[in-house]
């Protein structure tokens, strides 16, 4: 019996603290010297382990304060399919949700652990994941509030969420064909034979064509040897037969310049 009255003054303790912070409100300007960095994956995919969100607030100012988180997710997925769950060091953080439209809000029922002071930083933690076949965009928004309630800063990102089905299209979807090589696309050309044809015939007159050419100059080329034997010979035998003609002359012109002796006496005188 105790602690169920313990546990239900925790319930409407938390719930009155929760109540005052704003849930889908538009965020107003922040408190100066406050600021929020928010890190999230670019990609989820549903149904694989969730990812990490972080969000790390710095103060500038000399006093300091206690955080309380809240974080907003905006998106067309339903809200069933949210996996979220706020993590501190030692383990799960508990938190309150409520969803109206679109958007979700993940609200911190206790003040973080950490302080924020100049020179130190508050961080906050969130495994998100999704399940379920639908995918789509995400919006995450961080805001941190002092324990007054107070808007201090916020910050947000964005990311996308691939669904189930997605996945599996693609897995069952057949790869594209590679597209066939150029030694492949050549035989598939030589099947027709009667466009060959003609080449194959204007090959075959070349072919023809070039022996009979290469028949005509080994002929000539077996001939030319003799030929040049026989004519080395007259040639040879033609001098000769000038050499010949010429010292035959030469011995006549001789024989016609020599004197007669048996016309004239040795006195001179005449008959």
């Known amino acids: 019996m105790r602690y169920r009255i313990a546990a239900l003054t925790g319930a409407v303790v938390a719930g009155a603290v929760v109540s005052a912070v704003p849930f889908a409100t538009p965020a107003s300007a922040d408190e100066r010297g406050f600021s929020v960095r928010v890190s999230a994956p670019g990609d989820f995919t549903a149904g694989r382990s969730a990812e990490t969100l972080t969000a790390v607030v710095t103060s500038d100012n000399r006093r300091c304060r ?10 067309r997925i339903d809200a069933g399919q949210y996996r979220v769950t706020r993590v501190e060091e030692d383990g799960p953080f508990a938190t309150t949700d409520r969803t109206e439209g679109t958007t979700t809000t993940f609200v911190d029922n206790d003040l973080d652990p950490g302080t924020s002071c100049r020179g130190r930083t508050v961080t906050g933690r969130w495994q998100v994941g999704f399940e379920g076949p639908a995918g789509g965009d995400v919006q995450f928004e961080v805001r941190a509030f002092d324990e ?54 204007e090959r075959t007159a070349d072919t023809g064509g070039n022996n009979a ?8 080329s077996s001939l030319l040897g003799p030929g040049l034997i026989v004519g080395g010979i007259c040639v040879f035998l033609g001098v000769m037969l000038l050499i010949r003609l010429r010292s035959r002359a030469r011995r006549t012109q001789m024989a016609d310049r020599a004197a007669p002796t048996g016309f004239y006496s040795s006195s001179g005188n005449y008959r």
């Open 148 to 201: 007054q309630n107070t808007l201090l800063s916020s910050a947000g990102a964005n990311a996308s969420v691939e669904g189930e089905e997605e996945e599996e299209e693609e897995e069952r979807s057949p790869s594209p064909s590679p597209e066939p090589s150029e030694s492949e696309e050549a035989p598939v050309e030589e099947e027709s034979d009667q466009p060959a044809a003609p080449i194959e015939q």
């Open 66 to 75: 206690k955080v309380r988180f809240v974080l907003l997710m905006r998106s």
């Open 213 to 220: 050419d290469a028949a005509l100059i080994a002929n000539q």
